[in-house]
């Protein structure tokens, strides 16, 4: 690899790498036909200048790890997380939940993954908008969510030497601040950590540099996103499903919308240790040919603000 992925050139900003998932590519699930082409959309994330990737959905990109290699090695990239769904708040659904991590793990774990990043299920669908569980959840389930976040990141971390780290997502039980404080509370910090996504803290009402201060020692893997402030009050206001918030172009290439990226970049580097920080911008569905420039845009954008080299 040619290094563009870590900026060598300040100290300051040395131990921060720049990688893409394909939700900077639009994609959303593992088969769509509003999606783009896999081996397009990784040949892409190639030209734009990345070379640190989030697989994103399982059964987008190979799940066989020597086909997801070979992918990977001819196109320049190394994986350094998977990605995965799962119900840890209703007690039927472990066993379920337990086999597909395991799964994603075995894979992610062959190509030499670090982390595994845990998407919470929402409460309206991602497609329909259709309500599919309670908004609120009571203390009992709250108490099963928790332990079983622990439960899954031991899992991982024993089994697979995975860090596992939550999500915080629009229409999901951890959105709002209160909601995230409440499960880094309560979670052992040896196995669940947090998937700082920038854009979805904000859509929920947060700060994601306060959220650094506030838990730093929590915060070791990033999804770098921004959002429109306005539209983002506005969904909440009108109550949109978070998928009709995006359709409305609620997710912004910085250095527009929320966070402030050159303080949160500084924020970041002043944790002083290794994290990934994986580009995101949440635009399902889009025309084929927007996400190259706009990923181009905004790796020009990032380097010139210390994260990654060009």
């Known amino acids: 690899m040619s290094g563009k992925s870590r900026n060598t050139e300040n100290p300051k900003y040395s131990k921060l790498v720049v990688g893409v998932c394909p939700d900077q590519w639009g994609v959303w699930f593992a088969e769509d036909d509003k999606q783009i082409e896999p081996r397009q959309a990784m040949k892409e994330m190639a030209e734009a200048g990345f070379e640190i990737l989030e697989t994103g959905p399982w059964g987008y990109f190979p799940t066989d790890p020597k086909e997801l290699t070979k992918w990977t090695d001819e196109f320049g ?9 799962g119900i840890l708040h209703k007690k039927e659904a472990w066993p379920e939940t337990e086999r597909h991590f395991r799964e994603m793990a075995e894979t992610a774990a062959a190509v030499g993954a670090e982390y595994m990043v845990h998407l ?3 409460y309206r669908d991602d497609k329909t908008w259709e ?10 389930t709250w108490k099963l969510y928790i332990e079983n976040a622990n439960k899954l990141g031991q899992l991982l971390l024993d089994d697979y030497g995975l860090k596992m780290v939550l999500h915080p997502h629009g229409d999901s039980h951890i959105e709002t601040p209160e909601e995230i404080y ?7 910090p040896r196995y669940v950590n947090l998937c700082l996504d920038t854009g979805h803290i904000v859509y929920g009402g947060g ?7 506030k838990y730093p020692e929590r915060i070791t893997y990033v999804h770098i996103k921004s959002f429109d402030m306005d539209i983002a009050r506005e969904a909440h206001e009108k109550d949109w499903p978070f998928g009709e918030a995006v359709a409305k172009g609620a997710a912004v290439r910085p250095p527009a ?15 002083d240790r290794e994290i990934y920080c994986v580009c995101e911008q949440d635009m399902y569905p889009c025309a084929p040919d927007f996400p190259l420039p706009n990923a181009i845009k905004t790796r020009e954008y990032l380097a010139s603000i210390g994260l990654g080299t060009l």
Request: glycine residues 6%; charged residues 30%.
């Open 77 to 85: 990239f190394k994986v350094v997380s998977g990605t995965g769904w």
């Open 120 to 122: 919470p299920p929402l």
């Open 131 to 140: 309500w599919t569980d309670d908004r609120v959840l009571d203390p009992d």
């Open 182 to 188: 409440r499960i880094f509370d309560a979670t052992d």
């Open 207 to 213: 700060d994601p540099i306060e959220m650094i201060k």
């Open 257 to 271: 919308g929320a966070p402030d990226m050159v303080q949160l970049i500084d924020a970041l580097s002043e944790l």
